[in-house]
């Protein structure tokens, strides 16, 4: 395991809850769940996964995963949707990373599927978001990307 701690936000995601746990597991020995009050499985299948369920209000996305962020066991954080699984190429990516920047945001490329077919063109075809930063040097490496001499 690596030194990362993994949040997902979720509603109502127990058709892939799962699925998405597993991955992060293949990760880290933390992982947090940020739950909307799922009127489904959701909950309980995290929870029967080891993984710590927390029920909050919807907040927006970005303020419930600051929810998860701040109860991470790790300062380095991947932050991911429930529907997001992560793959081979990824996991083993992450153990590759050395992880001593604590200023160095990692943009990671998205997979794109139309059911189960994958997305190869357009928007959606070439979609990345920065997902895996550390939550005590976020605020320099946000300054740098915006003015790198300032840094």
């Not at 997902?8 to 799962?18: M, Q, R, S």
């Not at 909307?36 to 369920?53: K, L």
């Not at 604590?102 to 190869?120: A, E, H, N, Q």
Request: hydrophobic residues 40%; charged residues 25%.
């Amino acid at each position: 395991m690596i030194p990362v701690s993994v949040v997902i936000i979720t509603k109502n995601e127990a058709e892939v809850i799962a699925e998405c746990i597993a991955a992060a597991k293949l990760i880290t020995d933390d992982i947090i769940i940020i739950d909307n009050y799922s009127t489904d499985q959701t909950y309980d299948i995290a929870v029967a996964e080891g993984c710590r369920v927390y029920q909050k209000n919807w907040d927006g996305y970005g303020a419930n995963k600051n929810k998860g962020i701040d109860l991470a066991k790790y300062d380095w954080i991947l932050s991911v949707d429930a529907d997001e699984i992560a793959d081979t190429e990824l996991v083993l990516s992450l153990h590759s990373l050395k992880l001593s920047d604590p200023t160095m945001v990692y943009d990671i490329k998205f997979k794109s599927y139309f059911g189960k077919k994958l997305i190869r063109y357009g928007s959606w075809g070439r979609d990345h978001h920065i997902r895996l930063f550390n939550r005590t040097g976020t605020v320099v490496a946000i300054k740098r990307a915006r003015n790198p001499a300032a840094a």
